[in-house]
């Protein structure tokens, strides 16, 4: 599957920068499968380390983090010689914290070692580390799962992502036959999402969403849940990150869906569970949306962290700890939990673009579902999870404000109204 990060991977190659290249992202994002299809393209000869797998491959770091002795002691363990024109991925690595820290002598070392790294709860790793972290010796990035161009992508559909795009660039409404097929895409990645082996189940299906496979997803969920067993300190913070993990569907589909403690748990507070959001957020399995206490840039100086909503980092996880059912998707569904879901789609749709996001909600009758700080300057952004666009906090805030452009993503096709633009809401990833 064509994914956008092999772009960051071939940049990094392509400036051969000595700095490894450290990947983290939550588990199934399709990070250990696009490192080594990378290599496998780009290199002669790479081997593949994963510490969960083989837990004895952390003693090759155990009495020296010379490069030199640690390829010497892996090939060993291998049965082969490395060298330094072999390319080597560290999988897993948070596993192995001497590993990490042997990453500033491989990018500080007279051969120009190809270091690829990777793991599934790295954040949480790289957020309390014991040892000094390689601070300007390690090239960091974060991978997502797919997005929805990714996804159209995949199955077969890049010539409608060409017209997506050239229809938002001017602004023109696209087909209406045309219009409904991409509606009928973007329904079925709601509920279907973004994590790679789920796509490609779909896919095999004939993309037929009545042989789709939910096993996959409380497949998916158990995993999480068994990494907050394993690798959390003890069993009491494992058991607030799964219920705060578990409240996420009843938090977003609120009318406010601000997050708040108590639907954690009676009489849950923030004292008790602010570190359970910082390891979702660490671990890539949630996204923390604040609000803002005044419009003014950078919007970051405005932020209050004590008003904030979380998003689910997969919208098709989220459908299905929500129990939706296809049909509950549909426009002309009257469901709870929907709107939750298309507000989560467009969350993670900018998180991939590495758009900054903050909301603003200044009274009880206002609310700006997202503000995005461009360079354009502060862009507000509206959210109809159908064909009713009734947008009066928008018009509020243009009023108040004068952007130089407000968006408003429903189900409607291109357009511009007003001071308006109207983007239909499967294309947010052109944004």
């Known amino acids: 599957m064509y994914r956008k990060f ?3 991977l071939s940049c990094w190659e ?5 700095e490894p290249l450290m990947i983290c992202g939550a588990r199934q994002v399709g990070k250990t499968w696009l490192i080594k299809h990378f290599c496998e393209e780009t290199y002669s000869d790479y081997v593949y380390i994963n510490f969960e797998e083989n837990p004895d491959y952390s003693t090759a770091f155990d009495d020296s983090l010379s490069p030199e002795t640690v390829l010497r002691k892996l090939g060993i363990m291998l049965g082969r010689s490395i060298g330094s024109e072999c390319a080597i991925i560290f999988d897993e690595i948070q596993l192995c914290e001497k590993a990490i820290t042997a990453l500033k002598y491989f990018c500080e070392a007279e051969s120009k070692y190809r270091i690829l790294c990777a793991g599934s709860l790295l954040g949480v790793k790289l957020k309390r580390f014991n040892s000094s972290f390689p601070v ?5 990035r974060a991978m ?5 161009e990714e996804f159209l992508i995949a199955c077969g559909e890049g010539e409608l992502v060409s017209m997506i795009r050239e229809c938002f660039c001017n602004m023109k409404p696209i087909s209406e036959g045309i219009h409904r097929k991409a509606l009928d895409l973007y329904h079925a990645y709601l509920f279907v999402g973004g994590m790679p082996r789920i796509v490609n ?12 496979d939910p096993e996959l997803y409380r497949s998916l969920k158990d995993s999480y849940l068994a990494d907050m067993t394993k690798h959390v300190d003890n069993a009491a913070e494992s058991l607030k990150i799964m219920e705060t993990f578990n409240s996420l569907p009843r938090q977003l589909a609120k009318e406010n869906p601000k997050f708040m ?6 009489n849950a507070n923030k004292r008790d569970f602010q570190s359970s959001i910082d390891w979702l957020v660490a671990a890539g399995l949630a996204y923390k949306v604040n609000d803002v206490v005044t419009i003014g840039t950078p919007l970051k100086g405005y932020e209050d962290e004590n008003k904030f909503k979380l998003y ?3 919208t098709g996880l989220l459908s299905h700890l929500s129990r939706l059912k296809f049909s509950d998707i549909l426009s002309t569904s009257d469901n709870i939990y929907k709107g939750a879901v298309v507000e989560n789609y467009v969350v993670s749709q900018l998180k991939v673009s590495g758009k900054y996001l903050c909301y603003y909600k200044p009274s009880e009758s206002m609310e700006v579902d997202l503000l995005l700080d461009e360079s354009e300057g502060i862009i507000p952004c509206e959210i109809k999870s159908g064909r009713r666009t009734n ?7 243009c009023e108040k404000y004068n952007p130089t452009k407000a968006i408003r993503l429903s189900e409607l096709n291109f357009g511009k109204t007003e001071s308006f633009f109207s983007v239909p809401i499967y294309a947010v990833f052109c944004i």
Not at 14 to 18: A, L, N, S
Not at 261 to 266: A, C, D, V
């Open 6 to 8: 092999q772009e960051v």
């Open 14 to 18: 392509k400036e051969r920068t000595k």
């Open 136 to 140: 300007g010796k390690v090239t960091l």
């Open 144 to 148: 997502y799962p797919m997005d929805f």
């Open 201 to 212: 189940d779909f896919i095999e299906k004939d993309k037929n969403l009545l042989q789709f």
């Open 261 to 266: 403690y108590k639907e954690i748990r009676k």
């Open 312 to 314: 689910m980092s997969d």
């Open 391 to 397: 947008s009066k906090s928008l018009r509020n805030y």
